[in-house]
């Protein structure tokens, strides 16, 4: 269902761009790879960004992970223009880390007050569900306060980068917004 890199004779793909943020270590990168490839590679702190072409369902998304150590974050706005299509953020978050989880939500709604994402949709991952302890998506969902966003559409979906478990649905939710204003 997930590949990279599309064959030059697929040529009618609308191209969506998509912005994988998240406070460092949260598992962007792996996710990345994940819809990618469809395995772990394993992976360094990313300074500045990777980005890879995804299609699912004829649909094509232009991947942008971006670095997210404390240093980086004051950059991500510069990846959030040129964007005439609509836009998708992905808030990679990581379900054992409480201790910064308050860091997650100020970023967040940072980035939903920016002028270039007025019309984002976001969906949030829930990562490393399979560690002891984890916070629950319904958890970091009710912390985030999701749902006072009444002016972007948004999902959270709970899932493990490293068996994949769970990011396909995020990917099906995302692709269901195409063409929803």
């Not at 404390?70 to 054992?96: A, C, G, H, P, Q």
């Not at 490393?128 to 916070?135: F, R, T």
């Not at 009710?142 to 009444?150: A, C, D, E, M």
């Amino acid at each position: 269902m997930l590949h990279g890199s599309v064959a030059a004779d697929v040529i009618d793909l609308e191209e969506h761009k998509v912005i994988i943020v998240g406070l460092d270590n949260a598992g962007k990168t792996t996710i990345l790879y994940q819809f990618l490839m469809n395995e772990v590679v394993h992976t360094s702190p990313t300074i500045g960004s990777n980005v890879e072409e995804i299609v699912v369902k004829n649909t094509h998304f232009l991947m942008w992970d971006i670095g997210g150590q404390e240093s980086l974050r004051s950059s991500w706005n510069t990846y959030y223009s040129n964007t005439e299509k609509m836009l998708f953020i992905i808030l990679v978050v990581d379900s054992i880390d409480r201790e910064r989880l308050a860091i997650t939500k100020e970023e967040l709604y940072r980035m939903l007050a920016h002028e270039d994402l007025r019309k984002a949709a976001v969906l949030i991952f829930a990562n490393k569900q399979d560690m002891k302890g984890c916070m629950t998506a319904a958890e970091i969902s009710k912390y985030l306060t999701l749902s006072s966003i009444k002016d972007h559409p948004w999902h959270i979906q709970s899932c493990c980068a490293l068996t994949g478990e769970g990011l396909c649905q995020g990917l099906e939710w995302m692709t269901s917004r195409i063409g929803v204003r």
